[in-house]
């Protein structure tokens, strides 16, 4: 267990919908990471938070959005969705600090039908 | 040109052998090293994280960075079927951004 925790495991929405995928990141990590992983494909880099601001950004298309909360927990906004972002959404926490180690949880599948 | 590089594979290898996985890169700046491993449909899992050049072992595994060739490899000894996944691997530099990046993965198979 990697400590972090995503909710919802699955996930079946119609075409031009909206979902919110979220994410309670490590205890004591301040940046959060979202990835896409399709099927057969790599990870693909949506975007990053650092302590509730956003500091690095990736692929994200313009119908996701993403925010990090004072809390620490971040939420990934998909909207519109279409039949290509039926995919595994994942997110990963990090201290930071020397060595930003990435911890990922389990992975949120997203299926549109 | 991609910044890592990673053969898909898969790679199909007999129980007992040993594996080598690799990753070449091209930002000179990645000082940080990780090999991730994911089974299917699972969060990739940190195998192994080595900073700068040289060897780290641990159990089965070893990695090795060669900064100068800008080459990176995971060694795996004694391949289990149970090492049937896809090797990731990772990589970061500490100036600004911290962002990581990740190879495309190969997929690796043990037959027992």
């Known amino acids: 267990d990697s400590g972090v925790t995503q909710t919802p495991k699955h996930l079946i929405t119609a075409t031009g919908q909206r979902v919110t995928l979220r994410c309670s990141p490590r205890?004591?990590?301040?940046?959060v990471y979202w990835y896409q992983q399709s099927l057969d494909q790599g990870l693909q880099f949506l975007i990053q938070?650092?302590?509730?601001?956003?500091?690095a950004k990736g692929n994200i298309l313009e119908r996701f959005s993403a925010q990090q909360f004072p809390d620490l927990h971040s939420e990934l906004n998909l909207s519109s969705l279409e039949l290509g972002d039926s995919a595994l959404y994942f997110c990963?926490?990090?201290?930071?600090?020397?060595?930003?180690?990435?911890?990922f949880g389990e992975g949120s599948w997203l299926t549109v039908v | 040109q991609k910044e890592v590089e990673q053969d898909p594979g898969p790679l199909s290898v007999p129980e007992g052998a040993i594996v080598s996985l690799n990753c070449t890169y091209s930002?000179?700046?990645?000082?940080?090293f990780m090999w991730y491993r994911q089974y299917s449909r699972k969060g990739p899992e940190l195998l192994m994280y080595?900073?700068?050049?040289g060897n780290k072992e641990d159990g089965r595994f070893t990695a090795q960075v060669d900064k100068s060739s800008k080459y990176i490899s995971l060694f795996i000894r004694d391949s289990q079927p149970s090492d049937s996944a896809t090797y990731l691997c990772?990589?970061?530099?500490?100036?600004?951004?911290?962002?990581?990046?990740f190879g495309a993965g190969t997929r690796l198979f043990v037959k027992a």
């Open positions: 930002n000179s700046a990645f000082q940080y």
């Open positions: 205890s004591g990590d301040l940046s």
């Open positions: 080595t900073y700068s050049s």
């Open positions: 990772a990589m970061s530099d500490s100036t600004g951004g911290f962002k990581t990046i």
């Open positions: 938070y650092y302590n509730g601001e956003e500091r």
């Open positions: 990963a926490s990090s201290v930071q600090g020397v060595g930003n180690t990435i911890y």
